[in-house]
Nanobody, 115 residues
């Protein structure tokens, strides 16, 4: 059974940092382009990063570029998202999945940015 598990969320002050983890069982993340999405309260889910299969090239939308970094650890079958200099706009539930999404969505991990 394939399962995606996001973790590492929590409360953080504006300007702070946080690292989110995406782990998978039954699904080898290294074989796929993997993306992170977030869903803010009352808003649609939006993509915030992806890391390509093979060369691990990365992509970020302008809203998070220079602040978020996505990395892959193939040995741990995990993908990480480093959030730096966060703002209240980064509040939301963060999810990972392949790009395009092929697996059932996990429960996500909640990031709350508040002073």
């Amino acid at each position: 059974q394939v399962q995606l598990v996001e973790s590492g969320g929590g409360s953080v002050q504006p300007g702070g940092s946080l690292t989110l983890s995406c782990a998978s069982s039954g699904f080898t993340l290294a074989h796929y382009t993997v993306g992170w999405w977030r869903q803010a309260p009352g808003k649609e889910r939006e993509g915030v990063s992806c890391i390509s299969r093979g060369d691990d090239s990365t992509y970020y939308p302008d809203s998070v570029k220079t602040r978020f970094t996505v990395v892959r650890d193939a040995f741990k079958n995990s993908v990480y998202l480093h959030l730096n200099n966060v703002t209240s706009e980064d509040t939301g539930v963060y999810y990972c999945n392949s790009v395009p999404p092929r697996q059932s969505w996990g429960n996500g991990t909640l990031v709350t940015v508040s002073s």
